[in-house]
């Protein structure tokens, strides 16, 4: 398992380079300050959990009030997903975390699970040649909004990039737009699909 890790991780590092927000490097006013600004790291992540939480009952889990740390993973079956929720299962089991893969077949049953609400992460890309398909998922009330989330301040600079045609404003707007889907940890960027 650890050398098909090593292997699986290799390709997506040489084929798909790490992603570092919510857009590819290759889409127009991709903000590329934010490259490293969320860099891997193990033992920090390690000393921030161990702040809150422990593993009391030595079971190789960090404990929350219900049992285990855990997350849920939507996994639907098309490109790469599977390989690298594998990987991501195997990278919080390092840190205490206990992930469960659930597996969809279809688009319609990802939409399924999906409305049960019972999940953490959903894997999902997008293509785009324009930034603005992000308001679909950040916006209040986006049509992929999964999450709820709701920023009035993040609603208007989507409206603003919307109605500018002015490059340099645009470029600015979706800056903001990225630092603050990033701060407020909607995403969880894995790699830049190519």
């Given at each position: 398992a650890a050398n098909r890790d090593a292997i699986s991780a290799a390709v997506f590092q040489r084929f798909s380079p790490v992603a570092w927000g919510p857009l590819s490097a290759a889409t127009p006013f991709y903000y590329a300050q934010l490259q490293g600004q969320y860099a891997h790291n193990l033992p920090q992540a390690q000393a921030l959990l161990a702040n809150t939480f422990a593993d009391a009952d030595n079971d190789g889990y960090?404990?929350?009030?219900?049992?285990?740390?855990s997350l849920r993973i939507?996994?639907?079956?098309?490109?790469?997903?599977?390989?690298?929720?594998?990987?991501?299962?195997?990278?919080?089991?390092?840190?205490?975390?206990?992930?469960?893969?659930?597996s969809v077949a279809t688009r319609s049953a990802l939409f399924t699970e999906v409305g049960t609400g019972a999940y953490n992460l959903v894997p999902w890309y997008e293509f785009g040649a324009d930034p603005a398909f992000l308001a679909q998922y950040f916006s209040t009330g986006g049509t992929l909004n999964w999450t709820g989330y709701s920023n009035s301040a993040l609603d208007g600079l989507f409206v603003q990039a919307a109605s500018t045609n002015d490059p340099n404003v645009r470029a600015a707007l979706y800056a903001q737009i990225q630092q603050a889907i990033m701060q407020e940890a909607l995403i969880l960027p894995i790699r830049d699909y190519v």
């Open positions: 960090l404990d929350a009030e219900d049992g285990d740390l939507i996994v639907p079956p098309w490109g790469l997903i599977p390989d690298v929720a594998q990987l991501l299962q195997d990278q919080w089991r390092q840190l205490g975390i206990r992930v469960e893969l659930v």
